[in-house]
């Protein structure tokens, strides 16, 4: 008895085996399907922000399209910082006034340079690449920098 | 019976084309022709041919669980309706919305029927499913209905979460982007996740072409197997639990009798009064709608819709990983695991399984109608877990360590009752469950009413 | 069972009374909801207008100086389509700026159509009280008056009606720019010369005064002025060596002075920030819809009186309004400096590449890689476009990058784990199955 099923419990085992693979493939090309476009239009592609001169030190500039704002520090380095406040995603303004960005949904602030002043948020702002050629400031709106902590290296430098 | 017309008339030709539709008399007169009408009818044969006297009675059921397939279908017909004044797109959504109030004849009632038919059941599915935990009615072997029903809550709030969006106003376009981004907590996979679903970085046309069609066909489709699969599984299980005294003994031979008139006459009364009453309510009260939406500027609060806002409340207070994924798994994963827990009592049919069961579940109430606002209060105004703790990361400060200390509070009030109380594990374990039931009501109580301003406890009178 | 047929029977009842109760009042409750809707737009709309349009279109609509009034049957009977492409584009050769989101304004298409609703509906009393509830009641241009015993005198010359009209007309409009006597300022040239009189004939004075010099200060104010004013101002023009001198004085214009205390600059800036921002951007490098403030050009030939009085008196011809009502003489010097602080380090040129995409843009299969030159202005740089262009993944940017590893191992490793548990959980039982008589 044993030798005769053996081969025949082989065959069904080998069946489902490939069953199980074919609805997995299925289930691979649904998901690919389903995967996000790279953005139409501004937001998700490089953006050319505008000249270094054009962005004093101490500056923070909206770029509303792109989603994000431009901060540069006292000392002349460059942030691109994305807006979505790392909460819960609001899109957090700038407040001249108080020199912070304020988020208005749960009051989380952040410093210049997308550092947390103030909870709920769990981590600093996040970042986009930027590279300066020519003089001109780019930012990749298609890359997210995630950090937990300011840090110097991140900075941008004409 | 008379299927051939009387011996000296052959059956004229509309008699033989109703006849051929309609085998059975549609108004049976006699036992035998109710019984038989149950069997061979289409729609009736979701029914037994005869039920349990005793399970008639309307304030054992309530009547829920075909009050949330009536809704179910209230919400496709008015869905269906929708389809064709709606386009998904962010240019044409608000404009539809607001067409619907002003051009469309009878616009507003529709869409009003639909959104409030759509707040109702989610209401609705979890009195059924407390209903079910109540009676014991989940007990072998009934325990994977349960995890059907449990699936079909998840869909039902899938479909509310998903048909939000689709007006495009401020208060969809920010109550989905907080809803996504609690998504994002996941570790390991949440931003791929929320990506996914919201077809790119954040809230957009992708966004709104995803969750319409989830809403209007992932959604319902999975929602009809399922829903079949639970009528289904209710007959196999042997039909409606008995409901009983809390001292009678179990029912060893019930009474039966036919569901045609009674069963059907019933189920007919209280669809008609749950829709009138809808229809009046949806004729009054309109569905909410503000300015369209704005990706630069949000609202201040952003709350998510008003059944998530237990869960922003509970963000509020613990770590996010804690709050938006571990807690919620837990809770489902027990939620899950209910029925293959309960093991020590019988009692199925009888409301809160035992006097002292009632008076457990009584007490519970009370303590998470006191404890809960309590915490909130001290956690708003004086804990401060990560400035006493420094040292750890806010993970732990804010998330292991608070999580930890309620889980073992949970212990402690278990035991208690156990020791102190005598009870059964099924009290206790239901107490347990009246206990955190009544938190997160009053959770979510606070997070609809008592957040204004920055999420800020205000009080709502003021 | 008796009592669930009537509990059911009224039910039915309800609906049926209920439903042609409401159709009944349906087209009055939509014709409700679309008034509904007109009000709320245009209480929505009376804000967006004191900030946007009151300073050059006038608190009621009344227009002010050379800008058309808004509350007119004309504006009323206009297409819907006209008024919204001329709030979104503005108007060609005028200074209606383009104000939608799309031409680098400040309006989305729901506030457009809130300002339409304002042109077509709205109480322009009710405007008025807003914008001045709001303080943004707009200035009248900078005038000065004609003393009575000059016009007496002017009235008795030959063509003395003539004259006496245009003086007074001169007075109220042209002063502000061309001076007190005609004698010109920074802003505008004289008129009170010989060559000019020589020069310039009759008509084209009146052309000149009707249509504005393009490209100059010089606005087109043949709608604020008749034929009859245009005619009376070109003989005072022709006739002004005969007029007595000194007829129209000097508006009063106090000597300023830019200073660079700190606290000044400072608030200068705030000033700044709440009111030039907007169009001439955050650090005055400049919009698409308002010129680089802050470059070497403007502020190396521009004095501090020069630019007080632009800043106060606006720039017809374009979308710069006057301030010099809204601001006091304290902000207008704090501005000064705040704007004459820039000078060390403004650059030579301002560029004006602001939030543009790299690349051209276009539907995904028009994006191209390499090989073409890319638009001038974007720092002349020798990459090929597809350098910096949209990462589209293409085929030659392989599978494999693009996959996304984290969901994968995720997904497969909770698949085998699936699997192994469902095999655990069914092996083992064929042994005890296959035993006879254990059925």
Redesign the interface.
């Given at each position: 008895m044993s030798e005769e099923t053996t081969r025949r419990d082989f065959l069904k085992m080998a069946w489902g085996v490939l069953g199980?693979v074919a609805l997995?493939e299925a289930g691979g090309v649904a998901?690919a399907f389903?995967?996000?476009?790279?953005?139409?239009?501004?937001?998700?592609?490089?953006?050319?922000?505008?000249?270094v001169?054009?962005?004093?030190p101490g500056?923070?500039?909206?770029?509303?399209?792109?989603?994000f704002f431009l901060s540069r520090l006292p000392d002349g380095g460059f942030l691109a910082l994305y807006r979505?406040c790392t909460?819960?995603?609001?899109?957090?303004?700038w407040d001249?006034?108080a020199g912070e960005f304020i988020?208005?949904?749960?009051?989380a602030r952040f410093d210049p340079s997308g550092e947390v002043i103030d909870p709920?948020a769990?981590r600093p702002l996040d970042l986009f690449p930027i590279?300066i050629?020519?003089?001109?400031v780019?930012v990749d709106t298609?890359t997210?920098i995630q950090r937990e902590k300011f840090d110097p290296s991140q900075v941008v430098y004409a | 019976m008379s299927q051939q017309g009387s011996d000296a008339q052959p059956m004229g030709l509309a008699q033989r084309i109703w006849r051929s539709a309609v085998r059975e008399p549609l108004f049976p007169r006699d036992r035998r022709a109710r019984l038989r009408l149950v069997m061979d009818n289409l729609i009736l044969h979701i029914h037994p041919s005869q039920v349990t006297v005793r399970s008639l009675q309307f304030t054992y059921t309530w009547g829920l669980g075909g009050l949330s397939a009536l809704l179910a279908m209230l919400l496709a017909v008015t869905g269906v309706m929708l389809l064709f004044v709606y386009t998904p797109t962010p240019e044409s959504a608000y404009n539809d919305i607001v067409a619907m109030r002003t051009d469309i004849w009878f616009g507003q009632l529709v869409r009003n029927l639909h959104h409030w038919a759509g707040n109702a059941m989610i209401l609705v599915v979890a009195l059924h499913m407390l209903r079910v935990f109540f009676t014991g009615a989940f007990r072998p072997p009934r325990e994977f209905n349960w995890l059907l029903g449990l699936a079909l809550l998840l869909l039902t709030v899938g479909a509310n979460f998903t048909g939000y969006l689709l007006p495009w106003d401020q208060l969809a376009f920010?109550a989905v982007?907080?809803a996504?981004?609690?998504i994002?907590y996941i570790p390991l996979i949440g931003d791929w996740l929320g990506?996914?679903l919201?077809?790119?970085?954040?809230v957009?046309a992708?966004t709104l072409r995803?969750f319409y069609a989830l809403h209007i066909a992932v959604i319902p489709a999975t929602m009809m197997v399922i829903m079949a699969y639970h009528f289904w599984r209710v007959r196999k299980d042997g039909g409606l639990t008995i409901p009983r005294g809390a001292d009678e003994p179990p029912v060893k031979k019930a009474e039966r009798t036919t569901t045609i008139p009674n069963l059907v006459l019933m189920e007919l009364t209280v669809a008609l009064v749950a829709i009138a009453a809808l229809l009046l309510w949806a004729m009054v009260v309109p569905a909410p709608l503000e300015g369209i939406a704005d990706?630069?500027?949000?609202?201040?609060?952003?709350k998510a819709a008003w059944y998530f806002l237990g869960l922003q409340e509970l963000?509020?207070h613990f770590?996010?990983v804690v709050a938006a994924l571990v807690i919620p798994t837990l809770a489902l994963g027990a939620l899950a695991l209910l029925p293959y827990l309960d093991a020590d009592m019988d009692s199925v049919g009888i409301w809160f399984r035992s006097r002292r069961g009632r008076w457990l579940a009584l007490l519970s109430v009370a303590v998470g109608l006191v404890l809960t606002p309590t915490l909130v209060l001290l956690d708003e105004y004086w804990i401060n877990l990560p400035a006493w703790l420094p040292s750890l990361p806010?993970l732990v400060s804010n998330g292991i360590v608070p999580l930890a200390a309620s889980l073992l509070g949970l212990i402690a009030y278990y035991t208690l009752l156990r020791r102190v109380g005598k009870a059964t594990a099924c009290e206790a374990k239901q107490a347990i469950f009246v206990l955190l039931l009544t938190g997160f009501v009053v959770l979510t109580v606070v997070g609809i009413f008592f957040r204004g301003?920055?999420?800020?406890l205000t009080a709502p009178w003021l | 069972m008796r009592k669930q047929m009537i509990v059911g029977i009224i039910a039915t009842a309800v609906i049926v009374i209920a439903l042609p109760i409401y159709a009944w009042r349906e087209s009055s409750r939509m014709e409700t909801a679309r008034q509904e809707l007109r009000e709320e737009a245009i209480a929505a709309a009376m804000p967006l207008y004191a900030e946007n349009c009151a300073v050059c279109h006038g608190a009621a609509g009344e227009g002010v100086g050379a800008y058309p009034p808004l509350d007119s049957e004309a504006l009323r009977t206009m297409e819907y389509d006209t008024l919204f492409k001329t709030i979104e584009r503005g108007r060609y050769d005028t200074a209606m700026a383009p104000y939608g989101v799309e031409e680098g304004g400040m309006l989305n298409d729901a506030q457009i159509d809130q300002l339409i609703a304002l042109i077509y509906y709205g109480d322009w009393g009710d405007t008025a009280e807003v914008v001045a509830e709001m303080g943004l009641t707009p200035p009248r241009p900078a005038a000065s008056t004609v003393s009575t015993e000059t016009l007496q005198l002017v009235a008795g010359l030959p063509e003395g009606e003539a004259l006496v009209h245009g003086l007074t007309l001169y007075a109220e409009n042209c002063v502000a720019c061309h001076g007190a006597d005609g004698g010109g300022t920074s802003l505008g040239p004289a008129l009170n010369t010989a060559e000019m009189r020589e020069r310039l004939t009759d008509d084209d004075l009146a052309r000149i005064i009707a249509q504005g010099v393009p490209g100059t200060l010089m606005a087109g104010w043949d709608n604020a002025l008749t034929e009859r004013d245009i005619a009376d101002l070109v003989t005072t023009l022709r006739r002004w060596d005969s007029l007595p001198a000194a007829a129209i004085p000097a508006p009063a214009a106090p000597p300023v002075i830019a200073v660079s205390d700190p606290d000044v600059v400072a608030w200068g800036g705030?000033i700044y920030?709440a009111t030039c921002a907007h169009c001439h951007?955050?650090?005055g490098?400049g919009r698409p819809i308002a010129p680089a403030l802050?470059v070497q050009g403007f502020l190396g030939e521009t004095n501090d009186l020069a630019i007080k009085t632009i800043i106060a008196q606006g720039v017809p011809d374009t979308a710069m309004p006057a301030w010099g009502d809204r601001l006091g003489d304290e902000e207008l010097n704090a501005l000064v400096s705040f704007i004459r602080a820039w000078e060390p380090?403004a650059?030579v040129v301002?560029?004006?590449?602001?939030?543009?995409?790299?690349?051209r843009?276009g539907?995904?299969w028009m994006r191209g890689e390499g090989g073409i030159a890319p638009p001038p202005g974007?720092?002349?740089?020798a990459?090929p476009v597809g350098a910096?262009?949209?990462?589209?993944?293409t085929a030659s940017a392989g599978l494999l990058a693009q996959v996304n590893w984290r969901?994968l191992i995720f997904f497969g490793i909770s698949?085998i784990a699936l699997?192994a548990l469902v095999l655990v959980l069914t092996g083992g039982r064929e042994e005890t199955q296959e035993e006879p008589g254990s059925r």
């Open positions: 199980a997995a998901l389903s995967q996000p476009r790279i953005a139409e239009g501004s937001f998700g592609s490089v953006i050319t922000a505008g000249h001169d054009e962005f004093p500056s923070v500039t909206p770029f509303n399209e792109g989603r979505k909460h819960l995603g609001c899109a957090v303004p001249a006034t988020c208005p949904c749960h009051s709920p769990p590279t050629e020519d003089g001109m780019k298609g997210v | 920010w982007t907080v996504t981004s609690l994002g990506n996914l919201l077809g790119g970085a954040e957009g992708a995803n990706p630069d500027h949000a609202p201040n609060p952003a963000l509020l770590h996010p806010t301003e920055g999420m800020a | 705030q920030a951007g955050s650090e490098q802050n380090t650059p301002a560029e004006m590449e602001r939030g543009r995409p790299a690349g843009g539907p995904p974007q720092g002349g740089t990459a910096t262009a949209t990462p589209t993944p969901p698949g699997v």
